[in-house]
């Protein structure tokens, strides 16, 4: 395959991963509005200069000294990286992670390098290697943050029964530990152990939230506030939820099924083009590398991409639908 196409291919796969990494890096994990509703009501959500006063306070009285926990802060103000790998459930902290994703970096430059790659597809093939790492963290968040929502209505019917037969809300946090499989017995001990060691309970599910933003989750988290506040029959409150939940997942695998026709759409749409950029090359390469050698193929291709990406967003926007 000609080194041109190969510099091109790469040069696009360097640009997706960078730009994914720096998505996955400074995205907002709450972002909804009814979530920001939720998150004001539990008092989750503080303003900016409520977050710069912690940071400087923190700052102040010297409790931010190591190398890890200035990383960790930096992250925590500009990109939630340190919620990330929380919530992902990586085994190592946010200097590490950074360090993994140097040496992700540096051995894709060492490997363009070493196999006499031209020189302008080091640095692309060090941006695709380095994204790599962001790439595995966000698939780890989002798989469990799916098994956290199928496993919480079940969670919740464990802790109105518990409420019912007598038991306080932190035992009921118990038995779900005890009951469920992780992800959610995992979050679930964090609050119980948090409420143990004088942490109030409503508090210790806010933590929980902050970890998993989960809107079913908000529910609960929200019902307990306004329950210790006000009085109410909570295992009731408990029911109606998880019997919401079942409802909304039942509504969601219809809309599955309805905007199946236009996944698959998209997916062809979007895959179409590229096969049959190789499918061309493999038949007359020389058709096909005036693309590359043409200043107007070059914009061309420039002005293609841009086309399949604003597509590809354009169509998940159509067939996403919130529930």
């Given amino acids: 395959m000609d080194q041109t196409l190969i510099i091109s291919i790469a040069a696009f796969l360097g640009m997706m991963a960078f730009v994914g990494a720096v998505i996955f890096v400074f995205k907002d994990f709450s972002s909804s509005k009814a979530e920001d509703r939720l998150a004001v009501i539990t008092g989750k959500k503080k303003t900016a200069d409520e977050t710069a006063s912690l940071l400087k306070d923190e700052i102040v009285k010297g409790g931010i000294t190591s190398v890890s926990d200035r990383v960790a802060l930096f992250f925590e103000k500009f990109g939630n990286l340190k919620l990330l790998l929380e919530q992902a459930e990586a085994p190592f902290k946010a200097d590490t992670f950074l360090l993994m994703t140097g040496v992700a970096a540096g051995l894709g430059f060492a490997l363009a390098w070493f196999t006499n790659a031209p020189v302008p597809f080091c640095p692309v093939a060090a941006l695709a290697t380095g994204g790599l790492p962001f790439m595995w963290l966000l698939f780890c968040r989002n798989r469990r943050f799916k098994k956290f929502a199928q496993q919480l209505p079940d969670a919740l019917e464990l802790v109105g029964r518990a409420l019912r037969s007598g038991h306080s809300l932190a035992s009921g946090l118990s038995v779900v530990v005890q009951e469920m499989p992780p992800p959610i017995a995992t979050e679930f001990a964090m609050a119980y152990e948090e409420q143990n060691l004088g942490i109030p309970i409503d508090e210790a599910l806010k933590s929980m939230l902050k970890r998993m933003p989960n809107l079913d989750l908000k529910f609960f988290v929200t019902a307990v506030v306004i329950q210790r506040q006000a009085g109410g029959d909570l295992a009731e409150i408990l029911d109606k939820i998880g019997h919401i939940i079942r409802q909304r997942f039942k509504i969601m695998g219809q809309v599955q099924a309805l905007t199946g026709e236009g996944r698959i759409s ?20 020389d058709y096909v590398m005036l693309l590359f050698t043409d200043e107007l193929g070059r914009k061309m291709i420039a002005g293609g991409i841009v086309l399949q990406v604003l597509g590809a967003l354009w169509i998940k926007k159509i067939i996403n639908i919130k529930i």
């Fill in 266 to 285: 998209g997916v062809v749409l979007m895959a179409l083009p590229i096969a049959l950029f190789f499918a061309v090359y493999y038949l007359n390469p």
